[in-house]
């Protein structure tokens, strides 16, 4: 395999080679800039602002995390100290098709979600698009990752960070072949505190973004809930009824399913009825307006099926690989056996019994190995969590007012499509 050399000194090849740097005012996009000035590339600073269109709702800042580019000013004045041109795009409404809109219809369909991955993706969309109008041969970020090409299989190959707590490579994974061949990770090589001395040499003051650990745009919190009313007709916010997954029992009723989300725990209640600190919601079904709840101390599960995969490194789907799942990008890894189902689904059989319990609709992320530079294999998103996801088990709750619930009620059912008129670049 031979490796992209993305951080090699200055070179006479580069001198004829464009790259559009994505700029988000920090020092991570600041020092991938500054590298790739000094490589002798012809650099490019591209700002996507995602927030604060004519649609923006009220209490957008308090839905969305700080990495959002808000500074265009500062930007444009980074650009000019690298003397490198500047332009801004603006991509609310892009933003809330593909980002917004799919976190309120998974929230609506009682489904996980990782809008992280969403945003990553359309960001590397929108900067190919700029790339392909301004003539750029390659784009450029700052996250902390490795791309490798390798000339045998003449694949390009996602690897994590030298630095293993400043690894991006779980929110990159959603990326194909027609991305990665165009992208350049200029800190591919460095660790944050090396950046960091880098981005100190050049004399601005960065914004340092204080996000607090696991915490990401439209995650669960009053201010989303009140989002999520504001932006979706009374018809799809189901109230209902609060069931003990194992016995089936009637709790309590609740006000709205969009107030709840897979794995909550401390639940309260508007009755009489307190509810067990213990019990965990496992399970949300809005065809019939329930939500399920268990302690999971003891569950255990063999196996999952993930939808929607992707497969990056285009690994022969006619046999089983060893890989290793993440199920969040804070999560370990849990070594596996894929075997490659039709329709882009696969199947994941673990080794070792896994605790808990796995919320349909996670994001998840497969890797070849725990390793130093480990690659990764592939992306998608969780559909069925052992036996329990399976809805002819003969152990789901039987409820009089349960609806019929057929395998047509996929994913892609419960996920409603919020608007389905994608605007363009």
Same mark, same amino acid.
């Given at each position: 395999m031979s490796k992209a050399n993305?951080? !090699? @000194?200055? !070179? !006479?090849e580069n001198t004829k080679k464009t790259v559009v740097v994505g700029m988000t005012g920090g020092l991570d996009s600041t020092v991938a800039a500054y590298l790739l000035k000094t490589q002798k590339y012809h650099c490019i600073g591209v700002a996507i602002k995602y927030t604060g269109g004519d649609e923006a709702p009220e209490n957008e800042k308090d839905i969305v995390c700080d990495c959002n580019v808000d500074q265009l000013d500062f930007i444009q004045k980074i650009c000019e100290h690298l003397d490198i041109p500047f332009y801004a795009v603006e991509a609310s409404d892009l933003f809330k098709y593909r980002v917004i809109d799919h976190a309120l219809a998974a929230t609506i369909g009682g489904l996980a979600y990782y809008p992280c991955a969403n945003c990553t993706e359309l960001t590397i969309d #929108?900067?190919?698009?700029?790339?392909?109008?301004?003539?750029?041969?390659? #784009?450029?970020?700052g996250h902390y990752s490795k791309i490798a090409y390798n000339k045998k299989t003449n694949l390009y190959n996602l690897i994590t960070a030298n630095d293993p707590i400043q690894d991006q490579s779980f929110d990159l994974s959603c990326l194909?072949?027609?991305?990665?061949?165009?992208? #350049?990770?200029?800190?591919?090589?460095?660790?944050?505190?090396?950046v960091s001395k880098i981005?100190?040499?050049?004399?601005?003051?960065?914004?340092?973004?204080?996000?607090?650990?696991?915490?990401?745009?439209?995650?669960?919190?009053?201010?989303?809930?009140? &989002?999520?009313?504001?932006?979706?007709?009374?018809?799809?916010?189901?109230?209902?009824?609060?069931?003990?997954?194992?016995? *089936?029992?009637?709790?309590?009723?609740?006000?709205? #399913?969009?107030?709840?989300?897979?794995?909550?725990?401390?639940?309260?209640?508007?009755?009489?009825?307190?509810?067990?600190?213990?019990?965990?919601?496992?399970?949300? $079904?809005? !065809?019939?307006?329930?939500?399920y709840v268990a302690v999971t101390d003891k569950w255990t599960f063999s196996f999952c099926i993930l939808s929607q995969?992707?497969? $990056?490194?285009?690994?022969?789907? @006619?046999?089983?690989?060893?890989?290793?799942?993440? &199920?969040?990008?804070?999560?370990?890894?849990?070594?596996?056996?894929?075997?490659?189902?039709?329709?882009?689904?696969?199947?994941?059989? &673990?080794?070792?019994?896994?605790?808990?319990?796995?919320?349909?609709?996670?994001?998840?992320?497969?890797?070849?190995?725990?390793?130093?530079?480990?690659?990764?294999?592939?992306?998608?998103?969780? *559909?069925?969590?052992?036996? &329990?996801?399976?809805?002819?088990?003969?152990?789901?709750?039987?409820d009089k007012k349960q609806l019929d619930y057929t395998e047509d009620d996929s994913d892609d059912n419960q996920n409603q499509e919020v608007n389905k008129d994608e605007p363009k670049f």
């Open positions: 993305y951080n !090699s @000194s200055g !070179s !006479s #929108i900067l190919c698009d700029k790339a392909k109008k301004l003539g750029a041969n390659y #784009i450029a970020t194909g072949q027609s991305h990665l061949q165009k992208m #350049i990770l200029p800190l591919a090589e460095l660790r944050r505190v090396e981005a100190d040499s050049l004399g601005f003051n960065f914004k340092l973004r204080k996000k607090s650990p696991g915490k990401r745009c439209l995650s669960y919190s009053n201010a989303f809930i009140e &989002f999520v009313e504001k932006s979706t007709p009374k018809s799809l916010r189901l109230m209902g009824g609060i069931i003990n997954y194992e016995d *089936q029992y009637f709790i309590t009723e609740h006000d709205g #399913i969009h107030r709840y989300h897979i794995g909550q725990k401390n639940l309260e209640s508007d009755g009489p009825v307190d509810i067990d600190p213990h019990l965990e919601i496992v399970k949300i $079904i809005p !065809s019939v307006k329930n939500i995969f992707l497969n $990056i490194s285009s690994l022969d789907v @006619s046999k089983p690989h060893s890989a290793y799942v993440k &199920f969040g990008v804070n999560e370990l890894p849990i070594a596996c056996i894929v075997n490659y189902k039709s329709n882009q689904h696969v199947s994941l059989e &673990f080794l070792d019994p896994v605790k808990g319990h796995i919320a349909r609709g996670t994001y998840v992320a497969l890797y070849d190995s725990v390793a130093k530079g480990a690659k990764v294999v592939g992306c998608g998103v969780l *559909q069925r969590c052992g036996d &329990f996801d399976n809805i002819y088990n003969e152990e789901f709750p039987k």
